[in-house]
């Protein structure tokens, strides 16, 4: 039977996304793995890949089409005989009534009983080989279609419930609609201000989702922040040290640099604080994932750099500068922004002396780092000038109280004060 390839969600919040470009044409013969299409995603430009082979009969969703739904049909793979004249042409709006009852017209083949299996001829022909019982394999296709993948993985034993995937996804895609409610209504803002001239920014993908998580952070997180003050001449003094040594490299490390691997220290110096919080449970992590404010036109990326209080410095510096690059070229994967423990959010660059971040949930902590900047300073009873930051840790309360979090943040501090020390 002809199957229906569907828009796919390539990250846990897409609710929808842009086709935006074919590399594949109707009567292309297609294996499983194959890239068939860029989609444009709300944080991403990123590849699609068939999960079953055959040849494409129909193509749904023309290339540029903006707005497409996830689980939408986008194309149409045929099957060994079968004709793409018995494939359906580009769908057009469904009827309220219709568009009701589609979920139960997709759940019936389940009601039908566990007789039937749903499953690509790749899939039956790979189990049979194998001498697995598909009956017993969770299939991640289109409305729970056996794949090849599925098939591969039974046979590892590393295949896992769809269910425990989907749940989490359910309920950030949940969390978006109240999110982006709140607050006066569209018409009651376009009301109030008829009578002044302005311009109508549409909100794109990203920005959605980026209004969503951080309403919900807000409103569900009960945050509080501890602030200290940082010398950093010391810090300032090693760092044009080691660019003066490390210039024959290429390698020139920034202060945020410092800070990354400051904060990844500190992780492990304080490892009750390196936690997320799961709902009905804290996770506790052995290795520092630090995740880093990059921004980027019309939103930001965090990108994880993980194992972090492994990595030397000059290593820290290049991968954060390929992550910035392609966060700005919106090429990054989703594996390469999603997890982490902890986040920083430096605006020091952008001359700011001090602010509160907005911790990025299931994370249980966000630096926020200012500017560096010349103060009066008391040392050994003398006042002199030296080179001060500001920075706030803002804390998820129910992950880490009050005196852990000034440990967190002590850590980070002396971390920094002392520089040589993180080389050890």
Avoid at 263 to 277: H, R
Avoid at 384 to 392: H, P, Q
Wanted: with cysteine; glycine share 8%.
């Amino acid at each position: 039977m002809a199957i229906e390839i569907l828009m796919p969600a390539l990250s846990p919040t897409m609710e929808e996304g842009t086709l935006a470009k074919w590399l594949v044409k109707e009567g292309d013969v297609v294996k499983s793995g194959q890239i068939l299409a860029e989609i444009e995603t709300d944080k991403a430009t990123m590849e699609f890949e068939a999960v079953d082979e055959g040849t494409i009969g129909r193509i749904l969703v023309a290339e540029g089409t903006a707005g497409v739904k996830v689980n939408t049909a986008i194309a149409v793979l045929l099957e060994d005989g079968e004709s793409a004249d018995a494939t359906p042409a580009p769908a057009k709006a469904a009827a309220p009534a219709a568009a009701a009852a589609a979920p139960a017209a997709v759940a019936a083949p389940k009601a039908a009983g566990a007789a039937r299996v749903f499953a690509s001829p790749l899939a039956r022909r790979i189990a049979a080989e194998k001498g697995l019982d598909l009956a017993s394999v969770q299939g991640s296709g289109p409305h729970g279609r056996i794949v090849r993948a599925d098939v591969e993985a039974a046979k590892a034993g590393a295949a896992a419930p769809v269910a425990a995937v989907a749940a989490p996804v359910a309920e950030a895609k949940a969390a978006v609609a109240p999110a982006m409610a709140s607050g006066p209504s569209t018409e009651v803002v376009l009301k109030t201000y008829a009578d002044r001239p302005f311009t109508e920014v549409k909100l794109d993908g990203m920005r959605k989702t980026i209004a969503a998580r951080l309403t919900e952070a807000k409103q569900t997180v009960p945050h509080f922040y501890l602030r200290r003050d940082i010398e950093l001449d010391a810090l300032m003094a090693f760092r044009a040290e080691l660019n003066a040594k490390l210039e024959g490299r290429g390698v020139k490390l920034s202060v945020n640099d410092f800070v990354i691997k400051a904060c990844a220290l500190a992780l492990q110096q304080v490892p009750a604080a390196n936690a997320v919080w799961a709902g009905d449970r804290v996770l506790q992590f052995k290795k520092s994932d630090v995740a880093v404010a990059v921004a980027i036109e019309g939103g930001l990326f965090t990108p994880v750099l993980r194992d972090a209080e492994a990595k030397s410095l000059s290593a820290l510096s290049a991968e954060m500068k390929d992550l910035a690059k392609r966060a700005r070229d919106r090429k990054l994967a989703p594996a390469e922004y999603q997890g982490g423990s902890f986040a920083i959010s430096n605006l020091g660059m952008f001359g700011i002396d001090n602010f509160d971040a907005i911790i990025n949930p299931p994370h249980a902590a966000i630096l926020a780092v200012g500017a560096g900047v010349a103060k009066a300073i008391v040392k050994n009873g003398a006042v002199v000038v030296g080179t001060v930051m500001s920075v706030t840790l803002s804390v998820d309360h129910r992950v880490i109280d009050g005196a852990l979090g000034a440990t967190l943040v002590n850590a980070i501090k002396d971390n920094l004060e002392n520089p040589l020390a993180m080389l050890a």
